[in-house]
């Protein structure tokens, strides 16, 4: 912990580095945010990537602590790979120029998972003065990192949805590069729906034969979930299935811990969920998912490419994951973004997130929109409407 900052009428923060020197009021705070509560940072504290350092803000009006925040530093130069997927002229040169440009990288909010998780107040502040309080949070952790010789290129500000967005954009982020990529795929459950049964009636014909299809060609393989004792049996199969999976993405800013899921078990209980795909007793896939008040968030997951495509892993996971959102009667589900057509094809619908970026060299700032408008293009995509009462 260090210091109080920003005076604003009321209002100041202070930054913390650990768990144990949190206030006791933190998870009250956070009750409505299962990734802003002490289980969830203390997974960040014991198991981050090894290039990330987090950072825990308390928000205080006079002496009561009124709002939380999450930051996270990452320094690329320490990741081996940005992603194998794609070897395009394009990717090297995006690659390349974030090593150079963007090697040390302030992000406000949670890096590691999509959606509105960086913050949570007990009250609603006005834009101006939320825009305010962020934008001295990360004027207060580029002087901290200066102090260690660290000059910050990029400071990143995630994940806004569209309304909060704008109103940010109107007072003190106008400054900002205003960005959109990939949109959260979310998946509101019908408030009827029991069972899957309940699910799949509601399916046009051809998803319903799609669902059908993945479940025969998932036959012979066992999913069930893994309790403690036994992520820490397979967690050399775990994490090999799960760095698969991460390397082959698009792009990376980092690799999770080699015994993240242990320790995020461990710490979070019954509210983190592991789930094993077995073929003849050697684990081949896995899925996980955090139990987050009536949203059921989706979590990282890994397989054996060698399956994949022969048994639709992939697809089966999506499905079971919405049963056990449906058999747990949650509100809705966060699919997160990549994969786009194939989450719309069970059910989930995209939802635009928007964030803020500011280089800390002011031609490079102003070289912003041309850069990322360059090296990340728009994501191609047929969203697909699998229900009855809406026709592809």
């Not at 019908?190 to 034969?209: E, F, G, I, M």
């Amino acid at each position: 912990m260090w210091g109080d900052f920003f005076s604003m009428s009321d209002l100041r923060f202070t930054l913390y580095t650990t768990i144990e020197s949190l206030p006791t009021s933190w998870d009250t705070v956070a009750h409505d945010n299962a990734f802003l509560q002490t289980p969830y940072l203390s997974v960040l504290e014991k198991s981050a990537p090894t290039n990330m350092r987090c950072f825990f803000i308390g928000i205080y009006e006079k002496e009561q602590l009124i709002g939380v925040a999450l930051a996270q530093y990452l320094d690329v130069s320490k990741l081996y790979s940005f992603g194998e997927r794609q070897h395009c002229m394009k990717t090297k040169v995006r690659n390349f120029a974030f090593r150079r440009l963007a090697r040390h990288v302030l992000f406000i909010g949670n890096t590691m998972i999509t959606g509105q998780n960086g913050y949570t107040f007990l009250k609603p502040l006005a834009p101006e003065d939320l825009s305010r309080l962020l934008r001295a949070m990360a004027d207060e952790l580029m002087v901290h990192f200066k102090k260690e010789g660290i000059r910050i290129h990029l400071v990143s500000f995630k994940d806004f949805y569209a309304l909060e967005s704008q109103a940010l954009r109107n007072h003190r982020f106008r400054s900002l590069f205003h960005f959109s990529v990939q949109p959260n795929m979310i998946f509101h459950l019908h408030p009827s729906w029991q069972n899957s049964q309940d699910y799949v009636a509601a399916l046009q014909k051809k998803y319903r034969d799609q669902y059908k299809r993945a479940q025969k060609k998932g036959e012979g393989i066992v999913c069930c979930e893994l309790d403690l004792p036994m992520i820490q049996q397979h967690e050399e199969a775990l994490y090999s299935l799960y760095h698969h999976v991460a390397l082959n993405a698009p792009f990376n800013t980092f690799f999770l811990a080699k015994n993240h899921f242990y320790v995020f078990k461990k710490q979070c209980g019954d509210r983190f969920k592991v789930f094993g795909y077995f073929l003849e007793d050697k684990l081949i896939g896995f899925y996980t998912l955090l139990l987050n008040g009536q949203t059921l968030e989706t979590y990282f997951l890994g397989y054996d490419a060698a399956h994949q495509k022969e048994r639709m892993l992939y697809l089966n996971m999506l499905y079971r994951m919405t049963a056990f959102g449906i058999e747990n009667q949650f509100q809705r589900i966060i699919f997160g973004r990549t994969a786009l057509e194939i989450k719309s094809s069970i059910g989930a619908e995209p939802v635009a997130m928007f964030g803020f970026m500011q280089h800390t060299q002011p031609l490079v700032h102003q070289l912003l929109p041309r850069l990322f408008k360059n090296l990340e293009p728009p994501i191609r995509w047929e969203q697909r409407h699998p229900f009855k009462n809406k026709q592809d």
